[in-house]
T-cell receptor, first 114, second 113 residues
Framework: AQSVTQLDSQVPVFEEAPVELRCNYS??????LFWYVQYPNQGLQLLLK??????LVKGINGFEAEFNKSQTSFHLRKPSVHISDTAEYFC????????????FGAGTRLFVKA | GAGVSQSPSNKVTEKGKDVELRCDPI?????LYWYRQSLGQGLEFLIY????????KSGLPSDRFSAERTGGSVSTLTIQRTQQEDSAVYLC???????????FGSGTQLSVL
């Protein structure tokens, strides 16, 4: 069965600094990969997704992620963060071993400081 | 509907009582999920409905939890004999097809006293 590991539970960073939120997954077959964001007191929304094709995926709000099959990773990056990026970020995987159900990681809380 | 609708938005119950949580997915979405989000925890997968296939119940934490989806649309999550550890936000999500993004409801905040 697929699983997702988000290596950092919290990431504090200063405004305008770059950030990387790490995600590793476990799956033996082709996967679909996602990053979702949950802003304070709001519902989850999709940031970006990888289904196939180019391994570098661009999403909303200047975020991007790179699919690395050999390292089974899908790290999320942004070159310069804003205060408004403070939120919880969830990595998710969907693959055929689980009937393509979507499984989420434990989440990473990004805290952007002025 | 315009989005995934969940009701009630808040539910306070006493330990040992049964509760029913409702989810109305986006029309035409074949996949429907229930997740549980506890304070400081991620999204715990509970159950997955895909079209007319048998649901994937592998995430249900105990036999006190059950869910059904009638007519491929509305779903109800039932928790029998609630315990304090059941307190959490229960999120429903739907998607148009496999591999597509999930649309989440606003959740039901369940508090078991």
């Amino acid at each position: 069965a697929q699983s997702v590991t988000q290596l950092d539970s919290q990431v504090p960073v200063f405004e305008e600094a770059p950030v990387e939120l790490r995600c590793n997954y476990s799956s033996s077959v082709s996967v679909y990969l996602f990053w979702y964001v949950q802003y304070p007191n709001q519902g989850l929304q999709l940031l970006l997704k990888y289904l196939s094709g180019s391994t570098l995926v661009k999403g909303i709000n200047g975020f991007e992620a790179e699919f690395n099959k050999s390292q089974t990773s899908f790290h999320l990056r942004k070159p310069s963060v804003h205060i408004s990026d403070t939120a919880e970020y969830f990595c998710a995987v969907s693959d055929g071993t689980g009937g393509f159900k979507t499984i989420f990681g434990a989440g990473t809380r990004l805290f952007v400081k002025a | 509907g315009a989005g995934v609708s969940q009701s009630p938005s808040n539910k306070v119950t006493e330990k040992g009582k049964d509760v029913e949580l409702r989810c109305d997915p986006i029309s035409g979405h074949t996949a429907l999920y229930w997740y549980r989000q506890s304070l400081g925890q991620g999204l715990e997968f509970l159950i997955y409905f895909q079209g007319n296939s048998a649901p994937d119940k592998s995430g249900l934490p105990s036999d006190r939890f059950s869910a059904e989806r009638t007519g491929g649309s509305v779903s109800t999550l039932t928790i029998q004999r609630t315990q304090q550890e059941d307190s959490a936000v229960y999120l429903c999500a739907s998607s148009l097809a496999t591999g597509e993004k999930l649309f989440f409801g606003s959740g039901t905040q369940l508090s078991v006293l």
